[in-house]
Nanobody
């Protein structure tokens, strides 16, 4: 079964940090660019960050630049999103998705992990 599984979400205070993981099973992530997306209640899903299949290229939404870092460990078949200086507006369900390139059509989606930033 081909699937992506996110983990690492939770409740954190403003200014805190979390690290999300996106692990693949049934296929190798090194063939795919991986994007992180999020969807807050009542809002559309938005792109947060993306990393190329080799890890040589990354991009970030303006709202998270300087606070979030995307990385990949192809040997572990896992992508990470390090989130620092979290704000209440970062509260959302975070999803990872695999595509042929950043900005391409998503071939596989994970089920999402909830991130809540609140005092």
């Amino acid at each position: 079964q081909l699937q992506l599984v996110e983990s690492g979400g939770g409740l954190v205070q403003p200014g805190g940090s979390l690290r999300l993981s996106c692990a693949a099973s049934g296929f190798r992530l090194n063939y795919y660019a991986i994007g992180w997306f999020r969807q807050a209640p009542g809002k559309e899903r938005e792109g947060v960050s993306c990393i190329s299949n080799t890890g040589g290229s990354t991009n970030y939404a303006d709202s998270v630049k300087g606070r979030f870092t995307i990385s990949r460990d192809n040997a572990k078949n896992t992508i990470y999103l390090q989130m620092n200086s979290l704000k209440p507006e970062d509260t959302a369900v975070y999803y990872c998705g695999a595509a042929s390139w950043c900005g391409g059509i998503i071939d596989y989606w994970g089920q999402g992990t909830q991130v809540t930033v609140s005092s």
